[in-house]
């Protein structure tokens, strides 16, 4: 008696109850970190606007913008687990736009005035990086095939 087959279902079954799991705690976590932001953006940037007089200031806004990021990260990433679970497979190019969101988020964090010369040139590189991954990704036949299988 071969019980591969059946080993196999219970296999399949575990990991598509998983990843329901993680789809639905995503968007726990998403839902609260959405309703916290717009908490943060109507009290906390209506204090801020009141005092902002020059350009410079208007830096205090940084962690503003980096919860925005932090929300498209993981909307992306709710996007990678649904097309996982409904496809089975990992797209490249949402893997990259999410790494290049991530990167961005981590250079808008950075304090330039004390991040050191290796912080600055290891973040620039990433990001060329992941860039130049994105653009070889969006030429090669693979993404031109998958480009056609949507339309």
């Not at 916290?36 to 200031?57: C, N, P």
Request: glycine share 6%; proline share 2%; aromatic share 6%.
């Amino acid at each position: 008696m071969d019980f591969r087959p059946r080993a196999i279902r219970v296999t399949q079954g575990l990991e598509t109850t998983i990843v329901v799991v993680l789809l639905l705690l995503l968007a726990v976590v998403l839902t609260a970190g959405t309703i916290q932001l717009v908490i943060t953006v109507f009290t906390d940037t209506a204090d801020h606007w009141r005092s902002v007089h020059t350009i410079d200031e208007l830096a205090e806004l940084r962690p503003v913008f980096s919860g925005f990021l932090l929300i498209l990260i993981g909307l992306e990433l709710m996007k990678t687990i649904a097309m996982y679970l409904s496809q089975h497979s990992v797209h490249v190019e949402i893997v990259l736009t999410v790494a290049m969101i991530a990167v961005a988020r981590h250079a808008i964090d950075i304090d330039f005035g004390a991040a050191s010369a290796g912080q600055l040139l290891g973040t620039a590189g990433l990001l060329v990086s992941l860039g130049i991954a994105h653009y070889l990704y969006r030429r090669s036949p693979e993404q031109a095939a998958d480009t056609r299988e949507r339309h």
